[in-house]
Every structure is written in C-alpha cells, then in structure tokens.
Antibody, heavy 118, light 105 residues
Framework: EVQLVESGGGLVQPGGSLRLSCAASGFTFNTYEMNWVRQAPGKGLEWVSC????????YYADSVKGRFTISRDNANNSLYLQMSSLRAEDTATYYC???????????WGQGTLVTVSS | SSELTQPPSVSVSPGQTASITCSGD??????VCWYQQKPGQSPVLVIYEDYKRPSGIPERFSGSNSGNTATLTISGTQAMDEADYYC????????FGGGTKLTVL
C-alpha cells in the first residue's frame, strides 16, 4: 500500500525556518518524481515545488523561489522541504504528492499544517 | 506560468450531469488532470491525461480537453460527488485552477 506521511509542521514566527519531511513507503521511491503542494486555510491548491527522481532537476513556484529548497533521500525514501524567510502568507497545509507521470499526482499524504504567526 | 480559470461553484440535481470547466491559454496543447477534494481530506486524482480514469474511479467521471477549455463531466451525479474539484496542468511548472465547489441539491 502506497503511503506518504508528512511531518515537521507547526507554529513559526515570521522570518523563521522550518523543515518538512515526507516518508514514503509501499512503492519504489526512487522511480517517481515528487512534489509539494500547499493549501491555505479555506483556499485552493497551490503547487510549490517538484524534484526529479535523482534530484538533479528541480522546479519552484515563483512565490517560494529563493526561500524554499526541495530535496530527497532515495536511500531513506524521504522527501524534504526546507522553508526559510517564512511569511504569514506561507500559512497552509503542506502535502507531498507522488507524480505518476506527466504531472498527475496519484497519491497524496495527509498533509502537515504550517502556521506563520507572531 | 499559465493561469487556469474555473467557475467558483456548480450545482446539479442528483442523477443529472454536472460539467465543470477549466480555461487556459492553449490548454488543449497540454495534459490536464482533475482532483476531487472533500472537506478535511486530501485531494484524490479522478482524471489524468485529459480523459483517463485511475483505478477505482467510477465510470461516471469523464474528461475532455480541446482548444482553451478542459471539461470534467460527472454523469448520473450522486450525493457522494459533492466536493471541491480542481483542474491542473503543466506549463514549465505545475498550476492548479482555483477550484469549483460542486453542490448536489
């Protein structure tokens, strides 16, 4: 059974940093591109970042470019999102999602809530 | 990156057909996916590559994509289909539409 379990969310002050993790199981992790998608409270989905199978190709949404860093550890079946210079507008539930092919996210984690507030 | 536009809400009577549109520049040249999200739950992929259904998705869900508009169609809509629906496409980055709340009256 495919499972994606996010962790690392919490309350952080504006300007602070946080590292999210996503533990993957039930599939061959190193053969899938992976993504982070976020959803502000009561709002729609916003794609954040994606990473290729080897980690050599990475894309970011303009809203997080230069502040967030995506990475993966294929040996430990894990995906990460290092977030820095956090702003109130980064407050959201962050989901990791598996990319089946051509941008189709076929499995999603349960999400982890990040709240940026003083 | 491109913007995708969806109607904020669509209403349908049980058993009828619901159509949710997603508009974007030359969207027909890209693959479109659709996701269903119920309150408090993670999104679920219901259509990929414009019209394909993942395993376990009922046949009443179908999709099309041409020109500047992609459409998600739900035939014989059931109460359980009431949810938010999001379209998504890739254009140098992934982009989601703003979402459509489907109400089954």
């Amino acid at each position: 059974e495919v499972q994606l379990v996010e962790s690392g969310g919490g309350l952080v002050q504006p300007g602070g940093s946080l590292r999210l993790s996503c533990a993957a199981s039930g599939f061959t992790f190193n053969t899938y591109e992976m993504n982070w998608v976020r959803q502000a409270p009561g709002k729609g989905l916003e794609w954040v970042s994606c990473i290729s199978t080897s980690g050599s190709t990475i894309y970011y949404a303009d809203s997080v470019k230069g502040r967030f860093t995506i990475s993966r550890d294929n040996a430990n079946n894990s995906l990460y999102l290092q977030m820095s210079s956090l702003r109130a507008e980064d407050t959201a539930t962050y989901y990791c999602a598996r990319d089946e092919d051509l941008g189709a996210f076929d499995f999603w984690g349960q999400g982890t809530l990040v709240t940026v507030s003083s | 990156s491109s913007e995708l536009t969806q109607p904020p809400s669509v209403s349908v009577s049980p058993g009828q057909t619901a159509s949710i549109t997603c508009s974007g520049d030359k969207l027909g040249d890209k693959y479109v996916c659709w996701y269903q999200q119920k309150p408090g739950q993670s999104p679920v992929l219901v259509i990929y590559e414009d019209y394909k259904r993942p395993s376990g998705i009922p046949e009443r869900f179908s999709g099309s994509n041409s020109g500047n508009t992609a459409t998600l169609t739900i035939s014989g809509t059931q109460a359980m289909d009431e949810a938010d629906y999001y379209c998504q496409a890739w254009d140098n980055s992934s982009v989601f539409g703003g979402g459509t709340k489907l109400t089954v009256l």
